[in-house]
Nanobody, 127 residues
Framework: QVQLVESGGGSVQAGGSLRLSCAVS????????MGWFRQAPGKEREAVAG???????RYTDSAKGRFTISQDNTKNMLYLEMNSLKPEDTGMYYC?????????????????????WGQGTQVTVSS
């Protein structure tokens, strides 16, 4: 059974940094793909970053140059390093994992790519 548990969220001032973690169990990092999504109140869920089994990374335009997604297979962990945070980064952040078929056919930004989702961790950036 695949389980994903996010942690590392919190409140930070604009310009600060946070490192989100996603502990993964029952999942094969080498055969799937993973991603981070966020959702702010009143807004649609949006993709932030994705990484493939070959460690190829993709980022939404607003995250490029500021966020870094990474995975550690030895620790069964997924990370999102967030630097130079802005108030518009505020939202609930979710990690997600997809199977081989979804990873191959769908974009990192397509939520339908992913089968498993964590419960979310809140990130609040104040100005």
């Amino acid at each position: 059974q695949v389980q994903l548990v996010e942690s590392g969220g919190g409140s930070v001032q604009a310009g600060g940094s946070l490192r989100l973690s996603c502990a993964v169990s029952g999942y094969n990092f080498t055969r799937g793909c993973m991603g981070w999504f966020r959702q702010a109140p009143g807004k649609e869920r949006e993709a932030v970053a994705g990484v493939s089994s070959t460690d190829t990374s993709r980022y939404t335009d607003s995250a490029k140059g500021r966020f870094t997604i990474s995975q550690d297979n030895t620790k069964n962990m997924l990370y999102l390093e967030m630097n130079s945070l802005k108030p518009e980064d505020t939202g609930m952040y979710y990690c997600a994992a997809g199977d081989s078929a979804g990873c191959y056919y769908r974009s990192y930004a397509d939520a339908r790519r992913y089968t498993y989702w964590g419960q979310g961790t809140q990130v609040t950036v104040s100005s």
